[in-house]
C-alpha cells in the first residue's frame, strides 16, 4: 500500500507556472505507476498525465502536451508535474495516483490517490 500527499498548488496569473509534487511513504514507490489527474468544478476528474517506473516511458493529454512535463525521483519517492504557460482553464484540483500494472489514462486504473491540490489560473 501507499499513501500520497501532495502539494505546490496555488494561485498563479495566465502564463505563469507552478509545480506540483506529491509524495509517497513506504520502500516501493519505484515499483508504482504514477499519474496526475484534476477535477474542475462541476466536471468529472480528467487525465493529465501519467510515468512509467523509472521515467522513461510519458503520456500527456492533448490538452497540456507541450505545456506540462511529469518526472519522478524515486530516490526521494517523489513525482512532480511541472506546470508551464498556465491558462484559466487549467484551474482544478490535481490529484496524484498510483498504481502496479502500467502507464494508464483510465481513472479506473489507479489503486491509490492523494487528497488533491488546489491550482487556480486568473486571466
Known amino acids: 500500500q501507499v499513501q500520497l500527499v501532495e502539494s505546490g498548488g496555488g494561485m498563479v496569473q495566465a502564463g505563469g507556472s507552478l509545480k506540483l509534487s506529491c509524495a509517497a511513504s513506504?520502500?516501493?514507490?519505484?515499483?508504482?505507476?504514477m499519474g496526475w489527474f484534476r477535477q474542475a468544478p462541476g466536471k468529472e476528474r480528467e487525465f493529465v498525465a501519467a510515468i512509467s517506473r523509472i521515467g522513461n516511458i510519458k503520456s500527456y493529454a492533448d490538452s497540456v502536451k507541450g505545456r506540462f512535463t511529469i518526472s519522478r525521483d524515486n530516490a526521494k519517492n517523489t513525482v512532480y508535474l511541472q506546470m508551464n504557460s498556465l491558462k484559466p482553464e487549467d484551474t482544478a484540483v490535481y490529484y496524484c495516483?498510483?498504481?502496479?500494472?502500467?502507464?494508464?489514462?483510465?481513472?479506473?486504473?489507479?489503486?491509490?490517490w492523494g487528497q488533491g491540490t488546489q491550482v487556480t489560473v486568473s486571466s
Open positions: 513506504g520502500r516501493t514507490f519505484s515499483s508504482y505507476y
Open positions: 495516483a498510483a498504481n502496479g500494472a502500467q502507464v494508464t489514462r483510465t481513472l479506473g486504473g489507479y489503486d491509490y
